[in-house]
């Protein structure tokens, strides 16, 4: 059976403060009657000292001074009896008390113990409280004082507490009753919000956003879960963008694969026909290798970044000379630079090294610099590098068209291409360039970031430890 959890914290809270109420209200009553008892018999002991010690010999012929005691006592609903060692009652004459004490009661008594008993309900035609107190003389027991009251009036006392304690327990319970139905509303409220929440969530909303503070764990939990519901709307976020470039990734390889094929296959079949005339044969290979070569890149593009993503590469790192490897992209991409038109500068001291993979550094220079080259026309193309208390900072900058903000955040993303109208330029064109540099920059433990304006070129900052 289900049962609300508002239900539950009300009934868990109502039962606690019952059980509490009825521990307490047992305790403080136990408590109060046993303080009046012993009141009682304190009061009694006292009286019966005070008779006791007027008496300075106890002479039973003449008892003219117990008659003012008596008449004080009798305003107080007291009663005393002065026996003798015989259990012989022998004062007062008129109204006597029965003596009836046991024989355990007896043997107190004569050795000179003072005989309580806070409560008797068999001796007397009421229930009384009574004080028995020996009276030696030449240290031999000749009788004693008993002294009764009726336990009536400390009852009524006794009672009238109780009552009050009633009340008080019901006023307290209705006030807790209230209190803790306006509590567990509230907390059942936030945790149907939670739940709420959690539905929207499971229905793929991820624009949840629950009130939370941070004074208990229901706060606590409401925080981490507004965390949660940002990081699976970035995420889902990430995954539609991925999925936007994936479609255009793969209408882009459709396009590439479909243009070279249909050259490569329309050339093999004129070569095997002998439709080419001899003097164009050598160059129907030459096209034909090189559509092949591009088909190739963008196999292998893909499976590089597939590796560098999984970690299936390893490094090996060692101490590289920068002016080396800049003089040596920049004779890798020198047709490239006349085609464009641009001129390259070098700018690193023979002493500027980098701790690093070779192959894969060489991968990171050559990937930025063919992306300066590609976005840059009759311009200036530096290959920097420095060093730095940290390790190696190296600088790609470029005079060409630059990019805007929104580019910027982007061109590390798989598939991106900044400029798709130059989607068949022989370098960059697939967007894997960029995903590659920042892993491979990620796996030597460095940092890459990119500054750039549109129209005043664009510099990449590479910072590698040492």
Known sequence: MKIRYFYQLL??????????????????????QGFIFDNKVEELTTHGESILNELNSFNFDSMQKLDHYNEVLSARKVQ?????????????????????????????????????IKRDFKRYEQDVTFVALPQFQNNQFVGGILLISPISGSEDV????NRYLVFTMIIALTAAFILSFVLSKFYEKRIQRMREATSMVASGNYNVDVQANGWDEIGALAKDFNRMAEKLKLSNDEIERLEKRRRQFMADVSHELRTPLTT?????????????????REKSM???????????????????????RSNQITLNKEKIALDEAFEIIKEQLWSQLLEKQ????????????????????????????????????????WLRARMHKEGTIIEIEDTGMGMNKQEIESIWERFFKAD??????????????????????????????VESEKGKGTKFIILLPK
């Open 11 to 32: 009934a868990s809270h109502i039962s606690i403060l019952i059980i509490a109420f009825l521990i307490l209200t047992a305790m403080f009553s136990q408590f109060v």
């Open 80 to 116: 005393f009896a002065i026996f003798n060692h015989e259990s012989k009652v022998l004062f007062p004459t008129r109204q006597r008390l029965i003596v009836n004490f046991t024989n355990e009661e007896w043997a107190e008594l004569k050795r000179g113990n003072k005989l309580t």
């Open 158 to 161: 006794v009672n009238q507490i």
């Open 264 to 280: 490569m296959s329309g050339l093999m079949e004129g070569l095997r026909n002998d439709m080419i005339p001899d003097v164009d």
């Open 286 to 308: 030459a096209l034909i290798e090189k559509e092949t070569k591009r088909l190739i890149r963008l196999v292998n593009e893909n499976l590089d970044y597939e590796k560098i």
């Open 342 to 381: 641009n001129r390259m500068h070098i700018e690193a001291g023979k002493e500027v090294e980098v701790y690093a993979d070779y192959d894969r550094l060489i991968q990171i220079l050559i990937n930025i610099t063919k992306n300066s080259i590609q976005f840059t026309e009759h311009g200036e193309i």
């Open 420 to 449: 798709i109208s130059r989607s068949n330029n022989l370098y960059g064109e697939f967007g894997l360039g960029l995903s590659i540099v920042k892993q491979l920059v990620l796996l030597h433990n460095g940092e890459i970031s």
